[in-house]
């Protein structure tokens, strides 16, 4: 039996898909084995390359003028690898708007003159400030936002206007959940395991003029121009988990891409807030404009009441609600995967443990 997984990451992954790589997991495509066990080198592997990556472009509408690599690391590897690659005047600019925007600001700040543009902290980052050019200093080499805060549950409602200096994303929870102008970025990074795939492989889509700036200091293994010269075969790759990115692209494609996608998040969040916005019981302290559509922190009247939902929640099949331990309560992520029925049965649950409990 399938439960709903309400995990920030790793999470849930579209059964259809599951299922499909189950069929080739001993035998790929007549090949007589799993992608696991096959060399990167092999043709097999250089057409899952390929197209994860063609896919990737057409579903995000990436521009000529950007490569795409898949590599290791994590999201938490470009942290460090965006001030190491981008680097002329040694400064950069920080939006802190939670806690991974925190920790890309931290590591940056080995590595150069890093600012602090803005920061939601004040309101324990309920809310993403408002930026304009002004903020921002004019020789900074880029600015830094983390466009869906993952842990506090908020979006950037639009993307800032940073003017000439290049704009760095990391969009590791809301990459394809909703249409992205990526052509407003200079790079954009995420790890898989929220919307694309099994964790090991990072996706970055980087611009060209950004990819020959990198500081001498800066490992050959973390420099974008490596893997973007080798089209992320320089060295052994996470070919399965790139392989199961690859099916969700086909799936997505399938279905109607980003913008089908879109519209369901909506609907899905959209049922969601609704439902705590019309209760006494819960309550979500997000500034509405950016509530997030993948993240959805909620609390009860009573820290009690909030272990008590998290473990007959569990119970009922509706798995890892339990928030943050910097925000507490709980957290419903409804990534791409998480169907309208998970929603629908979460919703119902609380219901009735309102009223029972209130
Ligand atoms: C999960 C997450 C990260 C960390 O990703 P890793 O792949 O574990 O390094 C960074 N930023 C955001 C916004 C995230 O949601």
């Not at 509408?61 to 490569?67: I, K, R, T």
């Not at 694309?196 to 996706?203: D, E, Q």
């Not at 080798?230 to 494609?253: G, I």
Request: some cysteine; aromatic content about 10%; overall charge neutral.
């Amino acid at each position: 039996m399938r439960n709903f997984n309400f995990s920030a990451g790793p999470s849930m992954l579209p059964l259809e898909v599951l299922e499909k790589v189950r069929q080739g997991l001993t035998d790929y495509e007549g090949t007589g084995m799993s992608v696991m066990e096959m060399s990167h080198r092999s043709k097999p592997y250089q057409a899952i390359n390929d197209e994860a990556e063609a896919s990737l472009r057409e579903l995000m509408n990436v521009p000529e003028n950007y490569d795409i690599i898949f590599v290791q690391g994590g999201a938490s590897m470009q942290f460090e690898a965006i001030p190491l690659n981008i680097h002329k005047s040694g400064k950069a600019d920080y939006v802190v708007t939670g806690n991974f925007s925190g920790k890309a600001y931290k590591e940056a700040k080995k590595y150069g003159d890093m600012a602090e543009a803005a920061s939601s902290a004040d309101k324990n980052f309920t809310y993403i400030p408002r930026l304009n050019k002004s903020m921002f200093r004019p020789d900074a080499d880029y600015v830094h936002i983390c466009y869906n805060n993952t842990i506090f549950g908020t979006r950037y409602s639009e993307i800032p206007d940073t003017g000439n200096i290049p704009l760095a994303g990391d969009i590791s929870s809301c990459i394809l959940s909703q249409e992205i102008d990526v052509s407003k970025f200079g790079v954009l990074y995420a790890g898989a395991q929220k919307n694309v795939g099994p964790a090991g492989v990072t996706i970055v889509i980087v611009r060209k003029d950004l990819q020959d700036l990198a500081n001498p200091i800066c490992p050959t293994m973390m420099k974008w121009s490596t893997q973007i010269k080798e089209k992320s075969l320089y060295n052994t790759p996470p070919c399965f988990s790139t392989y199961v990115a690859m099916e969700v692209f086909r799936w997505l494609k399938k279905n109607g891409g980003v913008k089908w996608i879109q519209k369901i998040n909506e609907d899905k969040a959209a049922m969601l807030y609704d439902f705590i916005d019309n209760s006494a019981f819960y309550s979500n302290s997000v500034e509405k404009p950016y509530r997030s559509l993948m993240n959805v922190p909620f609390v009860t009247p009573s820290e009690d009441l909030d272990k008590e939902f998290v473990a007959q929640a569990a119970k009922e099949g509706l798995l890892s609600l339990k928030g943050h331990r910097l925000v507490g309560g709980m957290r419903a992520s409804i990534y791409n995967a998480m169907p309208v029925d998970g929603v629908k049965k979460l919703i119902e649950f609380m219901a009735k443990f309102e009223k029972a409990n209130k």
